[in-house]
């Protein structure tokens, strides 16, 4: 080669994974900063109290305080430090100053300080302002450790609030497991872990339309499959749709096919915008059967098939199933957020019913 001559280096993998450190490096950073930011406005609010607790005895003194307090950090920090944000602040403290978590399950963040009560903290302001808002100490730990536990955006914490995440899973569990959730989170141990009933599907956008296909319904879950993941939990990973095999010469297409991780399991769904028949359970039954004995490995666990559906009749269901069955489901899906008072008031009925069974 040529002394005149310059070389072309092409190694994009290569320029790929020192980008890919710097890009990790500014988002450590921006959550250091945004984790710094929590404990200062923890902080601020366990000093505004006790400032409070030792002042006059007027609730006129603590507006004064957060007028004062206002007018002097928005004048040597700039904005976000109205009255109004310090209230939040003082709530902050109010809210977590007696509340633990069962930070072993992240152990990940053992780095992490502590505030004086032994509290951490682990996510951005903004999910604090809207976690702090859940009266139900139980059901703000469920969905503080599984935002931290599957990264969740503000919107995503939003949207599992929003679709009653909490009261599904309390619902489909027995009473130990609900206690767990607060402790734990989700915790995917056996197929009945990882069903829900219902789905909550409405970022579909089916709602807006008078009626609806199967094929159409599949079509807008493969359309939205990055929302339809987060809204079947952990561990799953998409393999294919209308994923055809033969058996003694016919052919047959299972609708949507995933595997999940942590269950090493594949896990079927055939999708139904009707009532469910005995014959779906049937045909369910044959497709669980064939993964089991043609595609599964013999290291990997029984294949789960999830019938979901529009209606279902448990009558049927339970009648048609074995009385041990641990492989196969039967979930209704929503097409719209259900309302969290009625799921509570089911959740309450459940729980004192002593129905622990929520299998189907």
Known sequence: MKKDEITVFSNQDFLKRVSDVLVQARENAKTA???????????????????????????????????????????TFGKGYSAENLKLMRRFYSVYSHDQIGETVFTQFKNLPEVSTGR??????????????????????????????????????????????YERLALSTDKDKVYRLA?????????KDAVKDPYVLEFLGLKELPEYSESELES????????????????FAFIGRQVRFTFDEEHFMVDLVFYNRLLRCFVLFDLKIGELKHQDIGQ??????????????????????????????????????????????????????????ALQRF?????EEGNGDGAI
């Open 33 to 75: 900063v945004n984790l710094s930011m929590v404990y200062a406005y923890f902080e601020i609010g366990r000093m505004i109290i006790e400032e409070e607790q030792h002042g006059e005895s007027r609730a006129a003194y603590g507006a004064q305080i957060l007028k004062e307090l206002s007018t002097y950090l928005t004048g």
């Open 120 to 165: 951490k903290f682990f996510l951005s302001w903004s999910h604090y302002l809207k976690l702090m808002r859940i009266d139900n100490m139980d059901e703000r730990h469920f969905y503080e450790i599984e935002s931290v536990k599957n990264n969740w955006s503000l919107s995503e914490l939003k949207r599992q609030y929003n679709s009653s995440l």
């Open 183 to 191: 402790l734990e989170g989700q915790k995917v141990e056996t197929p």
């Open 220 to 235: 807008r879950i493969i359309d939205h499959l990055q929302q339809f993941l987060l809204e079947l939990g952990t561990g």
């Open 284 to 341: 369910m039954q044959m497709y669980v059967h064939y993964y089991d004995r043609m595609v599964k490995l013999p290291d990997e666990n029984l294949t789960i098939g999830i019938l979901l559906c529009k209606e279902k009749n448990n009558a049927v269901v339970e009648m048609t199933l074995p009385e041990d069955n641990s492989q196969i489901f039967a979930s209704q899906y929503e097409t719209v957020l259900p309302s969290k008072e």
């Open 347 to 351: 959740l309450e009925e459940h729980l």
